[in-house]
């Protein structure tokens, strides 16, 4: 098992940035993928950013071009960078971790864009 820690949501204007951390109860490298999941008002939890085995990423088409995961191994950390941020990513975004056939989920972090 292992528990996520999140922060680093928000209010920000549209166009501006924020950075989301995640950081979990046991090592990264124990952790076979690790990401981020947003869920808006009225909408499915959906992909934002994952990373798998440590090297691979994939990003939800929304994002793609706007927002970066990233790891810190020292701090056993995982990060979310989020630029040009648009409205419509309004959502509570969600870390997430997978291991074998489970999934495991942080408490959420409200991320707010202002027009």
């Known amino acids: 098992q292992v528990q996520l820690g999140e922060s680093g949501g928000g209010l920000v204007q549209a166009g501006g940035s924020l950075r989301l951390s995640c950081v979990p109860s046991r090592s990264i490298f124990s952790i076979n993928a690790m990401g981020w999941y947003r869920q808006g008002p009225g909408k499915q939890r959906e992909l934002v950013a994952l990373?798998?085995?440590?090297?691979?990423?994939t990003y939800g088409d929304s994002v793609r071009g706007r927002f970066t995961i990233s790891t810190d191994n020292a701090k056993n950390t995982v990060y979310l960078q989020m630029n040009s941020l648009k409205p419509e990513d309004t959502a509570v975004y969600f870390c997430n971790a997978k291991m074998g056939l489970e999934d495991y989920w942080g408490q959420g972090t409200q991320v707010t864009v202002s027009s």
């Open positions: 990373i798998i085995r440590g090297d691979r990423i």
